[in-house]
């Protein structure tokens, strides 16, 4: 996410909505969409809303090597959908568990006030996949020590 594209009408509208440069940066380039087939771990999620994000994750032992996520909703619900992707490929688990609301919005800079719920929708997503994963993986080795 380095480069900038050209200023342009969306832009234009979303900037004077509040939004800083870097969240509309992600809400248009919207590199972390898509799904990864074969997923470890699949989880969606609906907010009170309406906006919906299904997110997507590759573990390697501790590690999430690769992330997508699926964003039905706003602006500011693509924006941080794909920024919490972003904070989150890399990470052990155990980091990615303490990306929170506030490492969140250091990413994305600034987002309307009234956009925070699709803020919390986003790492609400990434903490419930993380959790469901690890009940998954403690069942399995649970059951493959009987």
């Known amino acids: ?12 509208m979303l900037s004077e909505s509040g939004y800083s440069d870097r969240a509309i940066q992600y809400f248009q380039e919207r590199e972390n969409i898509g799904v990864i087939e074969a997923a ?17 994750m590759n573990i390697e032992g501790d590690k999430i090597c690769d992330a997508k996520i699926q964003v039905l909703g706003c602006p500011g619900a693509v924006a941080s959908g794909c920024a919490v992707v972003d904070l989150a490929r890399g990470k052990t688990l155990e980091e990615a568990a303490n990306i929170d609301l506030e490492a969140l919005y250091k990413e994305l800079e600034k987002l309307p006030d009234q956009k925070i719920h699709c803020a919390r929708l986003a790492i609400k997503t990434l903490q419930k996949a993380l959790e469901q994963y690890r009940a998954k993986t403690v069942e399995v080795r649970a059951r493959g020590q009987k």
Do not use: N
């Not at 996410?1 to 234009?12: I, N």
């Not at 470890?40 to 997507?56: A, E």
């Open 1 to 12: 996410m380095e480069k900038q594209k050209p200023k342009d009408d969306v832009y234009e």
């Open 40 to 56: 470890d771990q699949t989880l969606d999620l609906t907010g009170p809303c309406g906006d919906t994000m299904k997110i997507s």
